[in-house]
């Protein structure tokens, strides 16, 4: 109901109308009392979505969709077990929100699975970014001291905003 009536009163981007078949999916999976899976339900947006409108396919928005949706649902959960494991082992437990712990979890899901998307559609990416991005994490599960927590977390963040066009872009 309520992600049908989103998608049709919005403009139907692909990664709208993937979510609105997983929601559905998984909805109806549940109705019937079937095992809910996030990535048979990203299989069946797929596969719906392509056989409608075979172009998709090679649209860009459409593959990095399905690649971001796909990374935070296998990679998720391992990245926010280790980053959850950095934050106690640097006694860290009361002064991290575990909300920063799945925001970076969620995003170095999403930025290593769609590499191979970005690599192949604009030809380079922004080595820049990833090296932020890795310095980030690697201050991030070495920090002793809250300020070292929060220069990880704006390290991290400027990583992610770099732009492909970087002139240190390969």
Known sequence: GLATALVATCIATASAVRACIMAVVYLAGTAIGRPRSSLAGLGIAAVVMTA???????????QLSLAATAGLIAFGPWFEHGLSGAVRSNRFTGWVPHGC????????????ATLPVTW??????SVVGLILLAAGLLIFAQARTLPMFYASSVVTALGQSLALGTPFAV
């Not at 409608?52 to 459409?62: E, K």
């Open 52 to 62: 409608v409108s075979p172009s998709s396919a090679a649209d860009v928005g459409f």
């Open 101 to 112: 712990v799945q925001a970076g979890a969620i995003t170095l899901s999403a930025t290593l």
């Open 120 to 125: 192949v559609a604009f030809g380079r990416m």
